[in-house]
């Protein structure tokens, strides 16, 4: 994959790996010198550990810089530099990815993951599904399958998606390999090198990276309380005119605020005003028990392209997610999904099926809305007590954004923290241009500990520290 991404879209990464390929190149920095260590990069810079090892990570794929180990990051010989063009990171399929893995040893608290407890969700439901889907299977004919997915699977959900007010037929839905393909495939296929577009910040890294690679212009307007902030949004709309919008509706990853439903309304008709198209992320739509006012909803997918899954109401593993648009944006989604993947896993579309149509599942699907709307009340309540300052209280979904109780840097905490046996999710991973934020995103589901309650009395007890 290509490490290079045209001009224009800088992050902070980008930036700082363009300077110093600038100063290689101009000889300030010559054959054999010894590069800062990430930690002084970062110090140097006023950057995290974890953007200060990134840099470095590309300019080492680039070939611009060599690592030696366990001695650091040297300039290599001047004809193994390759020519100047701007960075783009390597791509990864999920921005927490890159500090992750380096969060050596045990870790007891994932505090910040996007994903919920296996014992939250109803692994014997699944194990039902796969015996019953094993009983009824017939031998099929060979091939890889529709394009679209399972027809039994789009009619299930065409029925389910009028249930709450989108108007959409089978032939407008696309089966696809989780959320994440369906936003691969808006990208891919929608959209151009240079194209501008407007996402949410703090929002979704997995579709930051997508759009990065693509070489499209991410425009940013701010996640507030109510929604996209609309002054904002109609500012970019008027003096930009992006092609897409790209937003998560209802319990939004990662502050976990919903958009209220006046500006759902005006969304929409800034959208119809400025001829600007609107990718509608609701993947966690099914995690609250009252139906929320959809953008799809009030466009019956005239310019709204709806996306969703399963992954936080059965198992993210299962992998099935879907799209529904227009009947010739979703036959053009469907085209390019058969030539980037061929088909969907019918299987596993008719194991999705299978378990969506036990009577048992909309007990197990309450149940877990009542946890997570528990746990919601209690991990808000405690984190608060902590000194930790929340930037909103939501009733439903997964997730909290807040300010620990310390003025130690971003690095510093998180290296804490992992001393504690707690990851945490730094807020810059959430940002468009990977810029310094005070927030970290808390998953309640995986928060309601001691361990983690521990950590954060330590930093409020050294709240003053700085470094």
């Known amino acids: 994959m290509s490490v290079y991404l045209s001009a224009g879209t800088g ?19 010559s054959a054999g010198t010894r590069m800062p260590s990430v930690r002084q990069l970062a110090r140097e810079r006023e950057i995290s550990t974890f953007t200060a090892a990134e840099v470095y990570n590309v300019l080492v794929a680039a070939g611009v810089l060599e690592a030696r180990r366990g001695l650091g990051y040297f300039v290599p010989n001047r004809r193994a530099i390759r020519s100047h063009r701007p960075f783009l990171p390597e791509f990864a399929a999920d921005a927490l990815w890159e500090h992750r893995r380096g969060a050596h040893g045990h870790i007891e608290v994932d505090a910040g993951c996007g994903w919920l407890p296996a014992d939250w969700l109803s692994g014997e439901s699944i194990h039902q599904a ?24 789009r009619a299930y959900l065409a029925t389910q998606l009028q249930r709450r007010g989108i108007g959409a037929t089978e032939d407008q839905i696309v089966l696809t390999h989780g959320a994440s393909q369906a936003l691969d495939l ?8 240079g194209d501008q577009v407007v996402v ?116 993210p593993d299962m992998r099935v997610g879907y799209l ?10 469907a085209r390019g999904k058969a030539t980037c993947s061929l088909a969907t896993s019918d299987l596993m579309e008719r194991l999705t099926l299978s378990i969506l149509m036990h009577p048992h599942h909309r007990r197990d699907l309450e149940r877990l809305r009542r946890r997570l709307d528990s746990a919601q009340t209690t991990v808000q309540q405690s984190l608060e007590a902590q000194g930790v300052q929340l930037a909103y209280k939501p009733r439903s979904g997964m997730f909290l954004w807040g300010k620990l109780p310390s003025q130690a840097s971003v690095a510093k905490i998180w290296q804490l923290a992992l001393e504690h046996e707690v990851l945490l999710a730094p807020g810059e991973l959430f940002r468009p241009t ?31 520290m700085s470094g």
Request: net charge neutral; proline share 6%.
């Open 434 to 464: 990977g810029e310094a934020t005070p927030y970290w995103r808390f998953n309640v589901a995986h928060c309601d500990t001691a361990k983690l309650y521990e950590f954060l009395q330590l930093c409020q007890r050294s709240g003053g």
């Open 11 to 29: 992050t902070v990464v980008h930036r700082i790996c363009d300077e110093l390929r600038t100063q290689i190149e101009g000889r300030s920095l």
């Open 186 to 193: 808006i990208v891919r296929h929608c959209l151009a090198p």
């Open 200 to 315: 949410e910040d703090p929002g979704y890294p997995p579709l930051f990276e997508l759009l990065r690679a693509r070489g499209v212009t991410q425009l940013s307007v701010p996640r507030i309380e109510d929604g996209p902030d609309l002054n904002a949004l109609e500012r970019l709309l008027n003096s930009k005119r992006p092609r897409l919008l790209f937003t998560n509706t209802t319990c939004q990853n990662p502050t976990g605020t919903t958009t209220h439903a006046h500006v759902v309304q005006q969304i929409v008709h800034l959208a119809s005003k400025f001829g600007c198209g609107i990718v509608e992320d609701d993947i966690f739509a099914e995690l609250v028990s009252r139906t929320e006012l959809s953008l799809a909803s009030l466009d019956q997918l005239q310019h709204v392209c709806y996306v969703s899954s399963f992954s936080k109401t059965i198992s």
């Open 324 to 333: 529904a648009a227009s009947k010739a944006m979703a036959e053009r989604l």
């Open 130 to 153: 796969m015996r019953a889907v094993a009983r009824r299977s017939q031998p099929r004919p060979s091939g890889y399958g529709d394009p679209y997915g399972s027809a039994e699977l």
